[in-house]
């Protein structure tokens, strides 16, 4: 009896102290694939994001409270994306979560942040068509990457576009808002590459020319590209995604097609997918993103080499330490627990209606690739960078669009 | 040619065609590589165009192909040109840009410099381009007819009514033909925008005649304006250069598909043929073959490691550094050619070892050896993942293996016409191995009949072996081909072997006619729908009820013909079961 009590006593000292020691740290959700095909790319998201806790953390964490992670592995596998999410929020209770890539896991989480009323930070590029009061899209809307460059290339001169994409939502999406906004520039239909396809009534219902995920025959469509390109003034804007960018551009190359005949801007490769490209074929083929590892300000120095010092002296199993590179979506997901930070700290308080309210107000954080400020649409206004891409993977900016709005609604705007 | 060169020059500054040189053209480039934002840049080399000095080409392509660099020691930078070889320490003969001389130290002697402690003049594609609208007008007399007429096209492209004097004056004297021809379309699309009417009529039949794929864009223009303005006999002549340039595409559309095919077909053969000798004279089912690709083309990137800077692969924990031979020009380019016979090896030294460990056991049990290799296969991956990283590695194609031939408009790349050759060579050489050698007459036996052979004195499981380590090496050169035109990553293997199997069930098990065959037959197959299922996708919508499905899935070309293909081959293997050749064999178990 007596020898029980004491059991009990311990026991309720041993969780007092643990409810004590969870006073002194907030949950924050880390929600990545860190294994399948999505692991190359959001492996270094995940990366960053506990290079951004430690650095918080260091200087004394949010509203005095320490950052604790909570790492799950979304295993590039959609459903269970939306079951780690019910994990956190149900069961660890987190303030906020960063994660997702792909749209379609952005999709299969939605319903629970929705149901759950958690907030979940996005750092990757993504189609637009989506507004809700649980995400904070820290990502490139379609603003802010696809119709820059096209404006590029109007400036360029160029008169013919080429559509290409791997089959799935963010190039179909893309690429109809840009049909529809190369159209309100006055370029007609006919200069338009790469097919269009048509529902009953006659109307447009997909633009361009899709492939498969890990296609690797780009003989026919580079054949038709050079054709269309045969009278100048052609450029190709390409969805196309990871591994069958390399099939793509060696037959691209081989075609004798080059960055001054025909330039490629491609939308889904940054400095870290290089890695896997053969970069001497892509030189003068461009890239367009909010973020460059290339920019030259103190703040971006700054980033890239604290975030190489925390990669050398970091333990977290599973970190490759060589040949790192940041690139947009890692900065953008640097940046918004920043701004998470800069919210709370402005509400006082780690509950997601007080930290919505204050991050739609409009908060302002100096990161890496410049001034990011929220919307009260829940993106984020940033500078837009137009880069070439060097034979050592690297780009250089050739053009950039100071503080562009965040605006996911694009479609019929543009008559 | 330098002479003439400038002579011709010179006769076209009274022209009005070419300003005279106001400043130095040495002093202009500076002037360009030290100007602080690019468009100044750019207007500065713009400036040169029509410039005869001789020495801008040179200084441009420096600048293009990153020869420029900007030496800094005291006040002003000063622009410098690396030239000549290296030495011992990396650094080479350095002249100043503004004068042409040598760099000179405190002391008055030459400096020599090494580019990796300076800063390289960058450019961007729209600074290539202005630098190409300068060169371009030397090109018109370069000694290169490649050069020449690419530099005449553009004039062409660009419709520039101010360079039709250059061009004419050119037109009697040019004695290549494909220059010729560039010449005289370049004429007739400027003459496109003349006001009269006949000029026009006559550049239309010149355009007819010549059928070039680059003017279309410009005779559509021209028909669409000659209808707004109701002017019947140009949009007629309008109308039937279309119409030529439109049939001379029909045909190169017709022999690009049948290239293309013969190339896909050939990458499906090198694929298949080692599972040819595998799964079709041995029965057995290896799901591994797609690694042994892999090997192929792993090997081939740590051959190209080698014969350059070296790699460190992180092999399982331990790093395992492998030193360069640091090679470069065209001592390096050789690394291909190294690769294929190493692939080779690698990938049979696996596949023997590979056999020894489980496939020996498994003799006549496909099923057992279909899941015994598809374990391998597995590990295999993981293996990759291990040393190589998940990641793809770049393996760069070698300068003889990149570009292309384009023959009266058909583009031939040089890795695609390589692979065909390629594939032929290995196909002979199988045949001359299996039927003209003394292990090819074992294997034969033993394959036919195995206790038979093994009464006879064959070392039956010897010959298994080297059979097994044949067809593992086909598959690692087949690797070594597909690292020159795809991915190289630990799944490589995975989108190749159903390929492979479908290649070789189709074709007839054990017959290796019959992977031929099917090997062309599929690609090419394939490559014709690519080509034409967009085209005959509208005339799909008869189809009753799912008309307006088919027809959008047809625009999805490259899925919807591998769907057809598939299908094709099910309907096919109902009809011909065991493949286009049946092989006939001895043995009382078949």
Known sequence: MFKSSRYLIAAGALLASAYAQAADTVKVGVLHSLSGTMAISETSLRDVLLFTFDEINAKGGV??????????????????????????????????????????????????????????????????????????????????????????????????????GSDYVYPQTTNLVLLEYLLSKGVPLDNIGGGFRRDGSGKIISAGKYTPFGHTDYQQIVAEIKQFAASGDACVIS?????????????????????????????????????????????????????????????????????????KKTTVPGVVKEGRVTCSPMVLSYVGVYLWKAAVEKAGSFDVDKVRAAFKSGISFDGPGGRVTSQPNMHVTKNVFIGETKADGQFKIVKSFDNVYGEPWLKGKFK | MKYIQRLLLITLLPLGVIAPAAESARATIVQAILAPDAAQTRTLITSLTGNPDEVIPPLLEAWRTDQLFIYRHGETPVPVQLTGEKDADGARAALRVDSGEPLLDAAGQPLRLASSGLKAVDHTTSLRRAMKGVLDVFDIVSPDPNRRSKAIQSFGLAQDTTKLAILLERLPRETDPRVHRALREAVALIQLKDAKDEVKLAALAELKALHTLSSTDFLQRALKEAEEKKNEPVATAAKSAMYAVESHRSTVDFLGTLFRGFSLGSILLVAALGLAITFGLMRVINMAHGEMIAVGAYTTYLVQNIFGAGVTIPFFGFSLPIPGMGLTGSAYQWYFIAALPLSFLAAAIVGIGLERSVIQWLYRRPLESLLATWGVSLILQQVFRLMFGANNVQVSSPVYLSGNWTVNDVLLGWNRVFVIGFAILIVFGMWLVLSKTSLGLLIRASMQNRQMAACMGVRTERVNMLTFGLGSGLAGLAGAFLSQIGNVGPSLGQSYIIDSFM???????????????????????????????????????????????????????????????????????????????????RSLDE
């Open chain 1, 239 to 311: 969805t196309l995604n990871g591994d069958t960018n390399v099939p793509f551009f060696k037959e691209y190359a081989a075609s004798g097609l080059t960055a001054e005949t025909c330039p490629v801007v491609s939308f889904s490769i940054s400095e870290d997918e290089f890695r896997g490209l053969p970069a001497d074929q892509l030189v003068g083929q461009l890239g367009c993103w909010t973020y460059f590892q290339s920019i030259d300000s103190p703040a971006n120095k700054k980033f890239v080499a604290d975030f190489q010092a925390w990669l």
């Open chain 2, 503 to 585: 290649v070789v069930v189709v074709g007839g098990v054990g017959s290796i006619a019959g992977t031929i065959i099917s090997a062309f037959g599929i690609g090419g197959i394939d490559q014709v729908l690519q080509q034409y299922l967009p085209y005959w996708a509208p005339g799909l919508a008869w189809v009753p009820g799912i008309g307006g499905f088919l027809q959008n899935l047809a625009q999805d070309a490259a899925v919807f013909g591998k769907i057809l293909v598939l299908g094709g081959i099910i309907l096919f293997l109902q009809w011909k079961p065991a493949g286009l050749f049946v092989t006939r064999s």
């Open chain 1, 63 to 164: 509203l005095g409270k320490k950052i604790e992670p909570v790492v799950v592995d979304g295993a590039s596998n959609w459903p269970l994306f939306a079951e780690k999410a019910t994990q956190l929020l149900e069961q660890d209770k987190v303030a906020v979560t960063f994660g997702c890539w792909t749209s379609v896991s952005r999709k299969s989480v939605l319903p629970v942040f929705e149901k759950n009323n958690g907030l979940l930070f996005y750092p990757v590029q993504y189609e637009g068509e989506e507004e809700s009061q649980n995400v904070a899209y820290t990502a490139e809307a379609v603003n802010q990457q696809a119709t820059p460059a096209v404006d590029y290339y109007l400036a360029e001169g160029k008169k013919k576009f080429y559509l290409l």
